[in-house]
């Protein structure tokens, strides 16, 4: 309502080059060395030296997170509305799922990798086991708290379980489904990661191990900024598509 | 009592006796040391956690620490080397029967696993280079994947401590005698292997620590040498899980291949010879493209030895 | 009476777990409503009421007793009912517009070509928003509206679909005198077009009178039926009717029943 | 209300049997080796042979777990609050996190041990970094999400913002703050495990390079089954807890 | 008159950005209520009643003018107004008992001691239930309440904390006439012993005019006051005089203009 100051507008920006500003202030005040933990000014100079490699590989990490990730939604929202709607779905797999996915996925990319060969599939795999949980979890929570009053709204026109899911279930969760897909596709960026770090040739995470191996940790930092910055532009674009579609629900 | 923090480059296994023996029977607690021994995950790791002087002392391979040297020349607090324990590097080249690898010379062009920062992957032109190989090609995985991989026929060799893989090998269920292994140091390839390090703030601020510690580690180690199989009981206590056959072995392979060689006999046990060293730092500045060239004379520092044990480590 | 539309057999219904301690939110209740009958039905707060509306649609099954409504036994909710629940309950999500076309894309016959006829069903809800007074108001959001408008958006949901059962519960609550007395002439209109079964809940009781067929009074928790006065005006109705002596008289004659069962207890 | 039959009461053991069975007449049937895919029976007798390791393990990664929980409880309700209830430090933290919760936790522990050597220090951080960015998230979209209706019952009393967030805020978003309890326990645990298994030497993180390394596959998954066991515990804990304080927003 | 408690001067308000445009859901509306005055505001649905409301709370800051209450200018939302909504924003997490003991953990003095005298505090809340007819539902919750017993409840938790300014919207809309004209004695009751300021609004001309000094008038959207009408019965008041010729004759006029509001447009 109040025009926005620059501050405002430019929030994220600000708070960004502000950490930078302190961090390059320590490492420099501090004398702390690249191999403990670099500062920006190195990274940025590996990330400048060593750009079309490390656009290479982060190519090769986004898609593999996007196709990863496109599944993680598909299961996620499935699980989601049966545990949801069906109280002994919900009883049954949902400790069995909490169980699964308190388990570390790098345990099981050599047990992928020794059925799908190394490469785009462990990874996209994993991304997929690591990043379903968070999307299931919320969708189910929204389905299961939906205020029976506005369930009878629905159910006095004789709908289907199916239609009080779709036309109350899922836009009354949408705000959490898009909160789960803010955690899911950070998940699944480290899961792609993970998988590139113990079997792959390419990847970030593949440069990470690489960089880290000849101990170049500002090379492996540039490494992280490109997932950071690639994880960021995703956040942007469901913030983009959640402030269209859930502008009803931010109306305070 | 003096702490000393003990960085492993590896888990609690067979070699690790070298330092947890000594360790249990209180040789270190003689000499005036309160050790404290932790498990370890890679060299390049180890070197680190004593520069960065969250460790006093480690065991690491002799190339990382070179690395090390070359790609930090400002760090303030490089650690030196200060006693060689694995005098041969155990990096090898493995490979079963059955794959199409009979013979060193069929290894060009063909299919090589292991992880990037394997040291026998990573030191492998020097191998290649000594037996007139063409180029290979690569695959990275898991340290743990690669034995697997080359059992299912995705990969023709592996490279991988002789100790490590032949031992994994077989636990997939390949003979002793269908394991073929090319290890460096029998192809041409002398790298020295680990070495135990100390970080230049211990030198200066008591190394009469130093001192302490090698005599008491030389005096675990020739234990240890003389009667491997009596040692993985103090692995054991570190470590309950490990299968105490199996990590006898692969000390017992440890020793044969990397403590006990016949270099080590001519060199003696716990120094080195000082143009082998130097021939090292050129090749490891060549091979692991360094952004200084690596000055042996920051990288060894012989002068805690404790000479006289030495001599009476190794079996004549 | 074999044209008994709604039929209520002996049914009582409590919620939870009281029923097992004998404890209802409604007892007894038997009553029949023939086709295209409009009864209201009126009683003190907290007496059972929208309990009663929520049995008749199948939204409760009673812990007691048998309804049939349409010849069949109810089971689990209708698909020919509307209604307007006291609450306007307007999905926050949705504007007025497409609150309103809610039914259209849940009841067949209309699910089953609703985009194709979308147009043809906008111009319906926009003409019976226009009818409540909301003209203007299609593409605000229900939190956008009064309590009163709320209440009308609510209303015409409960129409568009021109249900064989209408259920409105004190639909009119939030509105002037005024506005309130428009809405009755346009309910009455449409029913006596359309001869749907309606069932009003209401504590206005001249709009219980002017409206309904027959007027059943229910007693305070647990509400039983306890009086059930046919209203024998002569029909059409019109507004003028409401200042007759005839009309008073039933008035009151409620007032003295719902007043006695106030002092009674 | 109506009674429960066998099967819905005991639903969840009945799934995991039914799962144990499946997987051992897989592996049976198709003689799958235990270095590729340990079958239960073959797990069973390792968590029999080496249950006082297991156990001792489990102990650490269990505590140290908790107490990185308990921080990413904190830390995260905290920022959750924050970003939820202010404008300008939503535009600026999330986006900022997001893309930080994106990066692998696994490469910055070789730098938490160089702040706090190997052991618990970099495993409770790594479990608290890694787990609190789903709570903070969930805190965040329900404080967002209040209707102003609810809020306005708080405001006209003259209520502060903080009382608005205890009395309205915290109690609407409990199931959410729920559902992100059990998705951060699994990351916790999962936090714990990937530090110890490059910085400790103990925990089932350990355990699991340890057994891995010498390829006892059916050793690291019974490591696993116990990680699995102890997540399901806490999620039943979390469960009792959530019917209690919950009910309300169950009631369908 | 500088006794006025409440001053609106030459207030306008709309919501969102529709002032940018001109539109408006209230305006120019000037007004002084004295301390300790009963009014009532009427008007058509939607015209700006709960709009007005929330302006002289503060929930909404003004578009236009000024309102000034106490003496000093509404910038916020007050800490000394009991409100009950118009709809009964009950929290569901909370029981009904648990729900009107809110406004004591809220407002001074009784939050400072709130834990110390929660016994009391709970004392005087089952007494409020009791005299709403909500006796036994204290520890049931909003949603096993039925929509007049919800009504009840807000109107408890409007008065618990004997606010100076209490503003009820619509609060007995959800009501029968019996329940609705005792709790009209019990609020005129309260009034006259305590004297605090009351903002009604209503559809019910006959409540505006029983229980308020001055009734206002409001035109259609935007919401205009039209017509300012003293109540100069003589007080104190009861049901009797809602039957005497006096009271009719103001209800009757009332109602013309509010007739007139709706015809004129
Ligand atoms: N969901 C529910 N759970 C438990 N009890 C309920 C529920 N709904 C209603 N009740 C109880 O049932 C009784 C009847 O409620 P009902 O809503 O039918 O009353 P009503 O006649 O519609 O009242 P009003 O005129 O106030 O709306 C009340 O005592 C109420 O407390
Ligand atoms: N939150 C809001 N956002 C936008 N417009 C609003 C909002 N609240 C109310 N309005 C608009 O303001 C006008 C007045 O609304 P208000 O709620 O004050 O009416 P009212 O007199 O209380 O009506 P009723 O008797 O139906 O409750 C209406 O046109 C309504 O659409
Ligand atoms: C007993 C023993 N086994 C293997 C290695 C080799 N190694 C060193 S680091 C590393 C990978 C983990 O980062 C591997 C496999 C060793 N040094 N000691
Ligand atoms: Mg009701
Ligand atoms: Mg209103």
């Known amino acids: 309502m109040k025009k926005k100051n620059f501050l405002e507008k430019n929030a994220a920006i600000v708070l960004f080059i502000a950490l930078l500003v302190i961090w390059q202030l320590i490492c420099t005040v501090f004398k702390v060395s690249e191999f403990i933990f670099p500062s920006p000014i190195q990274i940025g100079q590996n990330l400048f030296e060593f750009r079309t490699e490390i656009l290479r590989h982060s190519w090769v990490t986004f898609w593999t997170t996007m196709v990863g990730f496109g599944i993680s939604i598909m299961v996620g929202v499935m699980l989601g509305f049966l545990i949801g709607s069906s109280k002994i779905a919900y009883d049954a797999l949902y400790p069995i799922m909490t169980a699964f996915n308190a388990l570390p996925k790098a345990a099981f990319v050599p047990i992928l990798v020794v059925w799908f060969g190394i490469g785009a599939g462990p990874a996209i795999l994993t991304a997929f086991l690591i990043s379903f949980f968070p999307i299931m979890v919320n969708i189910a929570t929204a389905l299961a708290t939906i205020e029976p009053e506005l369930e009878d709204v629905l159910r006095v026109l004789g709908a289907s379980k199916k239609d009080i899911i779709v036309k109350i279930g899922m836009p009354r969760c949408l705000p959490f489904f898009f909160a789960s897909l803010k955690v899911a596709i950070t998940l699944a960026f480290v899961g792609t990661t993970v998988s590139e770090m113990s079997a792959s040739n390419e990847g970030i995470g593949y440069l990470l191990i690489s960089a880290g191996s000849s101990m170049r940790l500002p090379l492996a930092f540039a490494g992280l900024v490109s997932i950071g910055v690639m994880a960021m532009s995703m956040y942007e674009l469901f913030a983009v598509i959640e402030r269209k579609k859930t502008a009803w629900a931010h109306r305070s | 009592q003096t702490a000393i923090k003990f960085q492993l480059d590896w888990r609690f296994e067979g070699p690790s006796a070298f330092f947890l023996e000594p360790a249990a029977k209180g040789y270190f607690k003689q000499v005036g040391l309160d050790v404290s021994i932790d498990a370890g995950n890679g060299s390049g790791n180890a070197v680190n956690r004593v520069a960065s002087g969250s460790y006093d002392i480690g065991f690491a391979d002799m190339a990382a620490l070179m690395e090390f040297h070359g790609n930090n020349p400002d760090a303030p607090n490089k650690p030196v080397a200060v006693m060689m324990v694995y005098n041969n590097t155990p990096a090898s080249v493995i490979t079963i029967k059955g794959s199409n690898v009979k013979k060193i010379s069929d290894l060009t ?145 440890a020793i044969k291949d990397a403590v006990v060689t016949p270099d080590a006999k001519a060199e003696g046990f716990g120094t080195l010879s000082l143009p082998r060293l ?17 000055n042996p004379d920051f990288v060894w520092d012989g002068s805690f030895l404790p000479l006289a044990s030495l001599k009476t480590v190794l079996p004549k | ?256 029943h719902i007043g006695s069962i106030r002092s009674g207890k």
């Not at chain 2, 130097?278 to 060239?293: F, G, H, N, P, W």
């Not at chain 3, 009281?18 to 086709?35: C, D, M, R, W, Y």
């Not at chain 3, 509307?82 to 307007?90: D, E, R, Y």
């Not at chain 3, 007395?181 to 219980?208: C, G, P, S, Y």
């Open chain 2, 278 to 294: 130097a021939l090292m730092a050129s090749q490891v500045s060549d091979i692991y493209k360094t952004k200084t060239r690596v």
């Open chain 2, 109 to 253: 062009g063909k299919k090589l696993g292991a992880p990037v920062f394997d040291a026998g992957r990573r030191s492998f032109q020097l191998f290649q280079d000594a037996n007139k190989l063409g180029p290979v090609n690569w695959i990275s995985m898991d340290p743990a994947l690669r034995e697997t991989m080359l059992v299912k026929g995705d990969l023709d060799a592996i490279t991988g401590f002789g100790f490590t893989s032949i031992l994994n090998l077989e636990a997939r269920g390949i003979k002793a005698e269908d394991i073929i292994a090319f290890p460096f140091a029998q192809n041409g390839v002398k790298l020295y292997g680990n070495a135990i390090i100390v970080s230049p703030k211990l030198i200066k601020e008591n190394p009469a620590a130093i001192k302490a510690f090698l005599e008491a580690f030389t005096k675990g180690a020739k234990e240890v040498i003389a009667n491997p199989d009596d040692s993985i009981q103090y692995v054991k206590q570190k470590d309950g899980i490990i299968n105490v056959d199996l990590e006898k072995r692969r000390l017992r392979l």
């Open chain 3, 1 to 256: 009476m074999s044209d008994s539309f709604i039929k209520f057999d002996d049914v009582s219904h409590g919620y939870g777990d009281l029923p097992a301690q004998g404890k209802f939110a409604v007892e007894n209740i038997s009553l029949e409503v023939h086709t295209g009958g409009f009864i209201a039905i009126v009683g003190p707060s907290g007496c059972g009421k929208s309990t009663f509306m929520k049995l008749t649609t199948g939204l409760q099954k009673p812990s007691r007793g048998r309804i049939t409504v349409g010849g069949n036994e109810v089971n689990g909710p209708l698909s020919f009912s509307g209604m307007a629940f006291q609450a306007p309950t307007l999905l926050p999500w949705r504007t007025t517009l497409e609150n309103i076309l809610l039914p259209l894309e849940i009841v067949e016959p209309f699910r089953f070509d609703f985009r194709k006829k979308k147009d043809e069903y906008i111009q319906r809800a926009l003409k019976l928003l226009e009818s409540v007074g909301l003209k203007g108001y299609a593409d605000k959001f229900p939190w956008e509206l009064s309590g009163g408008m709320q209440q009308r958006a609510s209303i015409c949901r409960a129409l568009i679909h021109q249900p064989k059962m209408l259920l409105l519960d004190e639909p009119f609550g939030a509105l002037d005198a005024f506005t309130r007395e428009e809405l009755w002439n346009i309910l009455k209109d449409l029913w006596t077009e359309q001869q749907f079964n309606v069932i009003l809940v209401t504590h206005d009781l001249r709009e219980a009178v002017y409206l309904a067929d027959t007027v059943y009074v229910m007693s305070k928790s647990p509400g039983k039926i306890v009086f059930k006065r046919e209203i024998d005006l002569p029909r059409p109705r019109d507004l003028e009717i409401t200042y007759t002596e005839a009309f008073t008289n039933i008035v009151h004659e409620l007032r003295g």
